[in-house]
């Protein structure tokens, strides 16, 4: 926990199948109910995007799970999250996405100084051949890695 962030989930497969080009911070605009599931960490990133509609930008197919100590007041799991973005920063996402095959992934959700932030990245889909590079690039760095270590464990 450095500077007050709580991490409450990362989005793993999105840094595998995009390539983030940009990242943002946003708020959520939640429910009491919503707050409280992600604080018991109940909440899931998969399939989640986020769209530009006119001038406010939304969160789409968030899963927070119902809070179980909630009553009748509680909230939808799957509904449609306002992010809670500078003008600025909504124009300049507008822009980027306008571009072919960009889109918006979020790539954690967390607690920030006790208010839910959530980090929005442009990204690109990765074709299939990217992916093999990616892993390649990953494997040679791992052997030149283990093969420094080996060098300086014999003192050479």
Same mark, same amino acid.
């Given at each position: 926990m450095a500077d007050g962030i709580k991490?409450?989930?990362?989005?793993?497969?999105?840094?595998?199948d995009y390539e983030i080009l940009n990242t943002y911070e946003a708020g959520l605009q939640l429910q009491g109910t919503e707050v409280k599931a992600l604080r018991d960490g109940r909440a899931n990133l998969k399939d989640s995007y986020a769209r530009i509609e006119g001038d406010e930008a939304f969160l789409h197919k968030i899963h927070i799970s119902e809070?179980?100590? !909630?009553?009748?007041?509680?909230?939808e799991p799957e509904r449609k999250r306002k992010l809670l973005l500078h003008r600025y920063e909504i124009d300049r996402m507008r822009g980027q996405t306008e571009e072919? !095959? *960009?889109? *918006?992934?979020? *790539?954690? *959700?967390?607690? #920030?100084?006790g208010? %839910?932030?959530?980090?929005?990245?442009? %990204?690109?889909?990765?074709?299939?051949?990217? #992916?093999?590079?990616?892993?390649?690039?990953?494997? %040679?760095?791992?052997?030149?890695?283990?093969?420094?270590?080996?060098?300086?464990?014999?003192?050479?």
């Amino acid at each position: 926990m450095a500077d007050g962030i709580k991490i409450i989930v990362n989005n793993r497969k999105a840094r595998r199948d995009y390539e983030i080009l940009n990242t943002y911070e946003a708020g959520l605009q939640l429910q009491g109910t919503e707050v409280k599931a992600l604080r018991d960490g109940r909440a899931n990133l998969k399939d989640s995007y986020a769209r530009i509609e006119g001038d406010e930008a939304f969160l789409h197919k968030i899963h927070i799970s119902e809070y179980a100590h !909630g009553n009748q007041f509680n909230h939808e799991p799957e509904r449609k999250r306002k992010l809670l973005l500078h003008r600025y920063e909504i124009d300049r996402m507008r822009g980027q996405t306008e571009e072919k !095959g *960009l889109t *918006l992934i979020p *790539l954690k *959700l967390y607690f #920030k100084r006790g208010k %839910a932030k959530v980090e929005i990245g442009v %990204a690109r889909g990765k074709r299939q051949f990217d #992916k093999r590079q990616d892993i390649a690039r990953r494997d %040679a760095q791992r052997e030149m890695d283990y093969a420094l270590k080996a060098r300086v464990r014999n003192g050479r």
